[in-house]
């Protein structure tokens, strides 16, 4: 289950990689931390910290808002 997750995570199928995650909740928290990974990546950095905060990870939601922060400051 967790390949099936991990293809479906490359492929960016979130819907189904989150489907997959409510069945098998031991896989959630990879399934967030790698979708808050995709949403910094593509530039949705609030949606971001939140992903990373509700995964657990609070290291990486604050190295979000502070990329955000940085990035604001640059404009």
Do not use: C, H
Not at 3 to 31: C, G, H, T
Not at 38 to 64: C, M, P, S, T, Y
């Amino acid at each position: 289950i967790k390949e099936l997750i991990e293809l479906r995570m490359e492929s960016q199928q979130w819907e189904e990689v989150f489907a997959l995650a409510k069945k098998y909740p031991d896989l959630n928290k990879l399934a967030l931390y790698k979708y808050a990974q995709w949403l910094a990546e593509n530039d949705r950095f609030e949606d971001a910290q939140k992903a990373f905060n509700e995964a657990g990870f609070k290291k990486e939601a604050i190295k979000v808002l502070e990329e955000l922060t940085f990035n604001a400051v640059a404009e």
